[in-house]
Nanobody, 122 residues
Framework: EVQLVESGGGLVQAGGSLTLSCAASGFRFADYAIGWFRQVPRKGREGVSAIRTRGHFTNYADSVKGRFTISADSTKGMVYLRMTDLKPEDSAVYYC???????????????WGQGTQVTVSS
């Protein structure tokens, strides 16, 4: 059974940093992509970043390039999203998800965690 559990969200001031963690299990880690998405009320789910450890492939949305860094520890089944220089518009529920390809389209991801709230105060 595929399981994804996010953690690390919280309240932070603008300009601050947070690291989100995603504990993934139930699948062969290197064969799939792990993506981070975010969602605010009344808006669609936005792709933030994705990684596939086989091939060391990463992908970022333009809005977070240079500020967010995705990484993975396949031995532990963990994926991290280091977020720096946070802005109020980064506030959202952040989800990790498993899919076949490391793009930022939520439609290609099959399994999702429950999400963790990130709130950035101005």
């Amino acid at each position: 059974e595929v399981q994804l559990v996010e953690s690390g969200g919280g309240l932070v001031q603008a300009g601050g940093s947070l690291t989100l963690s995603c504990a993934a299990s139930g699948f062969r880690f290197a064969d799939y992509a792990i993506g981070w998405f975010r969602q605010v009320p009344r808006k669609g789910r936005e792709g933030v970043s994705a990684i596939r450890t086989r091939g060391h492939f990463t992908n970022y949305a333009d809005s977070v390039k240079g500020r967010f860094t995705i990484s993975a520890d396949s031995t532990k089944g963990m994926v991290y999203l280091r977020m720096t220089d946070l802005k109020p518009e980064d506030s959202a529920v952040y989800y990790c998800a498993v899919g076949d390809v490391p793009n930022l389209r939520y439609e290609v991801y099959d399994y999702w965690g429950q999400g963790t709230q990130v709130t950035v105060s101005s």
